[in-house]
């Protein structure tokens, strides 16, 4: 069932606080999902930079997953140094990083405090000096392999692959398994703490988008 009809109070209580804080934007439901779509202003230390036309996909598990946000203003192009899939969909943060950014669950306004807000400072960036105003990391894999990497505290991303193709897959691994770090000795000889601490930070969604890069 659509979070919208199991849950109506959060509905009403999300549709509510979106309409009073961006009044010109459509609230929609489309084969099941709601759908957000207009104009969402860029505003930096009080100044506005400018508007961008974005729509805004709501999981059906909302608010256990976030919104996806697509660009649609014309004349943006779809490229990843924007942060934007070629399907028009913005990267705004890795998959396993949803637990750390909305610890208690995620709510609109919240979201696009912490992810939609910074990237459209960004788009504003890129328009009118033509680059990233933010550090970032590598695109695809590769970026997914440096968040890992930060995760488990290792700098050699061969070594973050391997433990990557492990933690992701659907049975825990055995504590009698060699330990991913190359060292030749048993997980639970080796990084069996680690292991279980990195595995438990994955949300389930994450895990499953993971094995399509790492399988």
């Given at each position: 069932?659509?979070?919208?009809?199991?849950?109506?109070?959060?509905?009403?209580?999300?549709?509510?606080?979106?309409?009073?804080?961006?009044?010109?934007?459509?609230?929609?439901?489309?084969?099941?999902?709601?759908?957000?779509?207009?104009?969402?202003?860029?505003?930096?230390?009080?100044?506005?930079?400018?508007?961008?036309?974005?729509?805004?996909?709501?999981?059906?598990?909302?608010?256990?997953?976030?919104?996806?946000?697509?660009?649609?203003?014309?004349?943006?192009?779809?490229v990843a140094e924007r942060h934007i899939e070629a399907n028009g969909r913005g990267c705004l943060c890795l998959p396993h990083e949803f637990l750390r950014y909305f610890p208690n669950g995620v709510r609109f306004n919240l979201y696009f405090d912490r992810l939609v807000a910074p990237w459209l400072v960004g788009q504003a960036f890129y328009d009118e000096h033509g680059r990233w105003p933010f550090q970032c990391r590598d695109?695809?894999?590769?970026?997914?392999?440096?968040?890992?990497?930060?995760?488990?505290?290792?700098?050699?991303?061969?070594?973050?692959?391997?433990?990557?193709?492990?933690?992701?897959?659907?049975?825990?691994?055995?504590?009698?398994?060699l330990c991913p770090c190359g060292s030749g000795r048993k997980l639970r000889d080796c990084h069996f703490e680690l292991y279980h601490k990195c595995r438990s930070m994955l949300p389930g969604r994450a895990m499953r988008l993971y094995r399509k890069k790492f399988f």
């Amino acid at each position: 069932m659509c979070w919208q009809k199991h849950k109506p109070d959060l509905f009403a209580e999300e549709t509510s606080a979106i309409r009073r804080r961006f009044s010109d934007v459509a609230i929609n439901e489309l084969a099941g999902r709601i759908v957000l779509e207009g104009s969402f202003s860029v505003i930096r230390d009080g100044t506005l930079l400018r508007c961008y036309r974005l729509r805004v996909e709501f999981p059906t598990i909302y608010p256990d997953w976030i919104p996806d946000v697509f660009m649609l203003e014309p004349g943006v192009k779809y490229v990843a140094e924007r942060h934007i899939e070629a399907n028009g969909r913005g990267c705004l943060c890795l998959p396993h990083e949803f637990l750390r950014y909305f610890p208690n669950g995620v709510r609109f306004n919240l979201y696009f405090d912490r992810l939609v807000a910074p990237w459209l400072v960004g788009q504003a960036f890129y328009d009118e000096h033509g680059r990233w105003p933010f550090q970032c990391r590598d695109h695809g894999k590769n970026g997914v392999l440096e968040g890992l990497a930060e995760m488990l505290d290792i700098a050699d991303l061969r070594v973050v692959e391997r433990f990557a193709r492990v933690l992701v897959r659907k049975k825990a691994a055995r504590d009698s398994e060699l330990c991913p770090c190359g060292s030749g000795r048993k997980l639970r000889d080796c990084h069996f703490e680690l292991y279980h601490k990195c595995r438990s930070m994955l949300p389930g969604r994450a895990m499953r988008l993971y094995r399509k890069k790492f399988f």
